[in-house]
């Protein structure tokens, strides 16, 4: 992975991130653990959603997709946090 591509990844992922905090509130995780849940949701999406016949195209869809598997991956942890 180039410099060009870790980039967009950070800041797709971020994006995603944030935008995933405030759907899902009550998270309290911060802006640098939005990022990180971002960018793992980002590759959680990137996984999962072909797998279940799902695609979008462009910049815009992968901020899409990311910010459906941040969400994803915070009710996941959310859920796991009540638990326990």
């Known amino acids: 992975m180039d410099l060009t591509s870790l980039l967009i990844v950070l800041v797709v992922g971020g994006i995603a991130g944030w935008v995933a905090g405030l759907i899902v509130k009550g998270s309290g995780f911060g802006i640098i653990g939005d990022i990180v849940i971002g960018i793992i949701g980002g ?10 016949g799902i695609s979008f195209g462009g910049i815009v869809g992968s901020i899409i997709a990311s910010i459906i598997g941040a969400v994803i991956l915070l009710l996941i942890i959310r859920v796991i946090r009540r638990a326990a």
């Open 43 to 52: 590759i959680l999406a990137g996984w999962l959603l072909p797998v279940v």
